[in-house]
């Protein structure tokens, strides 16, 4: 079997210590085949691992709008979103019935109950009284209710039921306006009866006083803008 020598093999080296120059120059030229595809694969690794870290960044930080992508390309800004006319009549109509949720709570929930409530207080007075008639609320100590028949003069309560009672020809508009001017000096614009703080009363108002006197006696009960007022 032929045994050939490498081209670099030198003859010349054939002395001692050639062996070890033999060697030497073999494993250097034998290092200098395999170097061109050693350093095409470590510039795919390096490539793989570019790669890999630019979707790890990607992954982790959505692109802006202008942002160049590997490649050059750059992203388009994205288009604004546009909600239709349906969306807008939603919100609208939800705006309806809010408004109309806060009206029922706050404004006519409470009147519906007071008005409930003077109809339970006027059929309860009718019950009571079927002839009454000319039925006003007055508020002043107390919530009451004056009505009278073609004999008598009615004074009720909050619930509707009598307090007390006069006769209708006990009533006296006239006497009790020319009290009020000459003692007072009072004129007068509106009269009507009420109840005072134990009883019935005249009620007499001008431009800017009230004055309220005892339906029996005509003694004062109650003034307000005057200096008697509290006396």
Known sequence: ??????????????????QTRIIKSMSKNTNTGPRPVRRKKEKQAKSIQAASSAGQQAAGQAALPGDVQPGGRKIAPKAKRVY???????????????????????????ARIHDEEIARVQEAIKQEVPEIQGLQEAEFEYVTWQGYTDEELYWFDSTGSIITTRELST?????????????????????????????????????????????????????????????
């Open 171 to 231: 009533l006296n508009y006239n006497e009790a306006r020319a009290k009020a001017a000459s003692d007072y000096g009072m004129d007068v614009r509106t009269a009507f009866v009420a109840y005072g703080y134990s009883g019935p009363v005249y009620q007499l108002e001008s431009e800017n006083r009230i004055l309220m006197l005892d339906y029996d006696t005509l003694d004062w009960v109650y003034e307000r803008g005057t200096d008697n007022a509290g006396a």
């Open 84 to 110: 239709g006319w349906p969306v807008t009549l939603g919100l609208f109509v939800l705006l309806l019935f809010m408004i109309a949720c806060l009206w029922a709570l706050f404004i006519s929930g409470p």
């Open 1 to 18: 079997m032929a045994f050939r020598l490498p081209a670099s093999f030198d003859c010349r080296a054939m002395r001692p210590g050639g």
